[in-house]
């Protein structure tokens, strides 16, 4: 009779079988992540720029990592955003035009107060200036702060209270005025800037649209980046001055913290953040109009933009803070203004 295999050799050859039923097949092991969603929250103007670098992004992190990454989006004025993140909007990662408007985040203790450190320049990846868009051949013959202020020119503005874009745009001149002259003569300039405003937009791209479809106003102040977007969009050149005493506009980006560590969002969130200072997204900045940071990008694309010889950020007028008390906070200079004109 054949001799019978020993108990214990029985015994592991049944365990190891038993094993093998229960182990995954060896290629689900290798088998990437699933995909993972990522919600943008930006200002009104950034999203041609925005439909260009999120595919790039995407391809760079499916072969970085093997994952699917999907946003959703949401833009609108940048006021109105914070304020909808602060009201429970889930933001991975916010993308504004204001410095000033991250502050409500970080009280929210939405964002940590260390944001502005995490990335290069204030994590801002990108700038730009206040241009005063004119109608063709710019027969009021604007070409000076003075000129936006001066009797009879009809103005299409921004709200200060709902965009970062118009703050920036009333603080250019103001700033102009404040650095060429006096205080004087820079409040002088908010009022009759207020005069002159014919209509009141909610929002950058709601501006661009009253002006150049609409055929409203004489003048339009916006970013120099929406100027040279309005101008390719509409399939022909629209004129624009940048005056030469101009504001450096910034751009920041931030993660916000606690909907990232809520989502388990955080790596791929700081990823599209970082990515922003990368080579290739720089030269989609450009290409959208922005002045980037990246010397290379800003040297290809330097022939896109206006000369500009007396730049000043807001840091020079004290900040924000600074700046809000003086110009925007609720009977506030330019409250004032319109107090004056009637509130119209």
């Known amino acids: 009779m054949p001799s019978r295999p020993p108990l214990?050799?029985?015994?592991?050859?049944?365990?190891?079988?038993?094993?093998?039923?229960?182990?995954?097949?060896?290629?689900?092991?290798?088998?990437?992540?699933?995909?993972?969603?990522?919600?943008?929250?930006?200002?009104?103007?950034?999203?041609?720029?925005?439909?260009?670098?999120?595919?790039?992004?995407?391809?760079?992190?499916?072969?970085?990592?093997?994952?699917?990454?999907?946003?959703?989006?949401?833009?609108?004025?940048?006021?109105?955003?914070?304020?909808?993140?602060?009201?429970?909007?889930?933001?991975?990662?916010?993308?504004?035009?204001?410095?000033?408007?991250?502050?409500?985040?970080?009280?929210?203790?939405?964002?940590?107060?260390?944001?502005?450190?995490?990335?290069?320049?204030?994590?801002?990846?990108?700038s730009s200036v206040i241009a005063v868009i004119v109608r063709a051949g710019n027969p009021k013959k604007i070409r000076t702060w003075g000129d936006v202020a001066a009797p009879g020119i009809e103005v299409v503005a921004i709200n200060p209270k709902t965009s970062g874009n118009a703050r920036w745009g009333v603080l250019a001149g103001y700033g102009a005025?404040?650095?060429?002259?006096?205080?004087?003569?820079?409040?002088?300039?908010?009022?009759?800037?207020?005069?002159?405003?014919?209509?009141?937009?909610?929002?950058?791209?709601?501006?661009?649209?009253?002006?150049?479809?609409?055929?409203?106003?004489?003048?339009?102040?916006?970013?120099?980046?929406?100027?040279?977007?309005?101008?390719?969009?509409?399939?022909?050149?629209?004129?624009?001055?940048?005056?030469?005493?101009?504001v450096r506009t910034d751009f920041p980006v931030i993660v916000v913290d606690q909907v990232v560590d809520r989502h388990g969002t955080r790596a791929v969130a700081e990823a599209f953040a970082k990515f922003l200072f990368g080579t290739r997204a720089q030269a989609l900045y450009a290409e959208a109009g922005y002045r980037p940071l990246d010397d290379g990008a800003r040297k290809a694309a330097a022939g896109k933009f206006r000369e500009v010889t007396a730049l000043f950020s807001v840091d020079d007028l004290g900040g924000w803070a600074k700046v809000d008390a003086a110009l925007f906070a609720d009977g506030a200079l330019y409250d004032r203004a319109q107090a004056a004109r009637g509130g119209r």
């Open 8 to 126: 214990r050799r029985l015994f592991l050859a049944a365990l190891l079988a038993f094993a093998a039923v229960l182990a995954p097949p060896a290629r689900a092991a290798a088998q990437a992540p699933g995909p993972v969603e990522v919600t943008l929250v930006s200002y009104a103007v950034a999203k041609p720029l925005f439909a260009k670098v999120i595919p790039e992004f995407q391809k760079v992190w499916k072969a970085q990592t093997g994952q699917e990454v999907r946003f959703k989006e949401s833009y609108g004025p940048s006021g109105a955003q914070t304020r909808a993140v602060v009201g429970g909007l889930e933001a991975d990662v916010v993308a504004t035009n204001l410095q000033s408007l991250v502050t409500p985040l970080v009280a929210a203790g939405l964002v940590k107060p260390d944001w502005a450190t995490r990335l290069p320049n204030g994590a801002s990846p990108a």
């Open 177 to 246: 005025l404040l650095r060429e002259k006096d205080q004087k003569a820079a409040s002088a300039w908010v009022e009759a800037l207020v005069r002159n405003t014919r209509t009141l937009a909610s929002g950058g791209r709601e501006a661009t649209d009253a002006f150049v479809k609409n055929g409203i106003g004489d003048v339009l102040l916006t970013f120099e980046n929406e100027a040279l977007f309005a101008s390719k969009a509409s399939g022909e050149p629209i004129d624009y001055v940048v005056p030469t005493t101009n």
